[in-house]
């Protein structure tokens, strides 16, 4: 079983590929199951992103209620823009606490897609990072069925370093960060449908933002068929839009 959470596609891409391998399924978290018996052999797979050099707010809680039955290997993989910061250690503690052995981390390169600092406008660019992450996941998969252990994220942080981070995360997922430009936005509602913690609600034909905090996935700016969504801070007008060309999400 492989579980992910994904906002543009790069962690379901990658999920869908590994189960793919080990003739297994894919499943979101955002389904909200999270007590699974496995059958003997069976391996157990988390696929996330990195949000601020740690694991997303959203990942996090999922993890501490997680169950697992008859688990053998467990493994993570983080898809990562610049560091997988200190992911693999993250999890690592906090499946520990819920009886869960965490066996190995792998890390793998995507296009990052908080483009309030970078830039995804260029297509050719955009592909070649995307078809070396295609590469790498592969290459993965192989030492999935060898079944190697340990951390082996590249460019990991200590776990300190979530200490420093964690506050600038809280305060950069505060929604006010987040509007829809009246002139663009239609009023279709797929902003709504697409926030996983269910931050946002259409009043009046318009985007709301009814929680003071989300998980900062931006899955409401890349979606957004007008581009109307943006973020107050930085450039993500300027750096487009993203969504993997390799699965639908």
Same mark, same amino acid.
């Given at each position: 079983?492989?579980?992910?959470?994904?906002?543009?596609?790069?962690?379901? @891409?990658?999920?869908?590929?590994?189960?793919?391998?080990?003739?297994?399924?894919?499943?979101?978290?955002?389904?909200?199951?999270?007590?699974?018996?496995?059958?003997?052999?069976?391996?157990?797979?988390?696929?996330?992103?990195?949000?601020?050099?740690?694991? =997303?707010?959203?990942?996090?809680?999922?993890?501490?209620?997680?169950?697992?039955k008859n688990a053998g290997y467990t493994f993570l993989i983080v898809t990562y823009g610049t560091t997988p910061g200190c992911?693999?250690?993250?999890?690592?503690?906090?499946?520990?606490? @819920?009886?869960?052995?965490?066996?190995?981390?792998?890390?793998?390169?995507?296009?990052?897609?908080?483009? =309030?600092?970078?830039?995804?406008?260029?297509?050719?660019?955009?592909?070649?990072?995307?078809?070396?992450?295609?590469?790498?996941?592969?290459?993965?998969?192989? @030492?999935?069925?060898?079944?190697?252990?340990?951390?082996?994220?590249?460019?990991?942080?200590?776990?300190?370093?979530?200490?420093?981070?964690? =506050?600038?995360?809280?305060?950069?997922?505060?929604?006010?960060?987040?509007?829809?430009?009246?002139?663009?936005?239609?009023?279709?509602?797929?902003?709504?449908?697409?926030?996983?913690?269910?931050?946002?609600?259409?009043?009046?034909?318009? =985007?709301?933002?009814?929680?003071?905090?989300?998980?900062?996935?931006?899955?409401?700016?890349?979606?957004?068929?007008?581009?109307?969504?943006?973020?107050?801070?930085?450039?993500?007008?300027?750096?487009?839009?993203?969504?993997?060309?390799?699965?639908?999400?």
């Amino acid at each position: 079983m492989i579980v992910y959470f994904s906002a543009t596609g790069n962690c379901k @891409r990658t999920a869908e590929k590994i189960a793919e391998a080990f003739d297994d399924t894919a499943v979101s978290i955002e389904q909200g199951i999270t007590e699974f018996t496995l059958d003997d052999g069976e391996v157990f797979g988390i696929v996330t992103p990195v949000y601020w050099w740690q694991l =997303p707010n959203i990942m996090r809680e999922y993890l501490k209620k997680l169950v697992l039955k008859n688990a053998g290997y467990t493994f993570l993989i983080v898809t990562y823009g610049t560091t997988p910061g200190c992911c693999g250690e993250d999890a690592r503690r906090i499946l520990n606490h @819920r009886g869960i052995e965490l066996n190995a981390a792998f890390s793998i390169r995507t296009p990052d897609n908080f483009t =309030p600092i970078f830039d995804l406008s260029d297509p050719v660019k955009v592909r070649s990072e995307v078809l070396f992450a295609e590469e790498m996941t592969n290459h993965i998969i192989q @030492r999935l069925k060898s079944k190697e252990t340990g951390n082996h994220t590249e460019k990991r942080v200590p776990y300190a370093v979530r200490v420093i981070m964690d =506050p600038f995360y809280n305060y950069e997922r505060q929604t006010k960060h987040l509007y829809a430009d009246s002139d663009l936005c239609i009023g279709c509602g797929i902003c709504q449908k697409k926030c996983p913690v269910g931050a946002i609600q259409i009043e009046n034909n318009k =985007p709301v933002w009814v929680k003071k905090q989300c998980t900062l996935c931006l899955s409401c700016l890349h979606h957004c068929p007008k581009f109307a969504i943006q973020f107050t801070q930085g450039s993500s007008k300027k750096h487009g839009q993203y969504l993997n060309p390799n699965t639908k999400i």
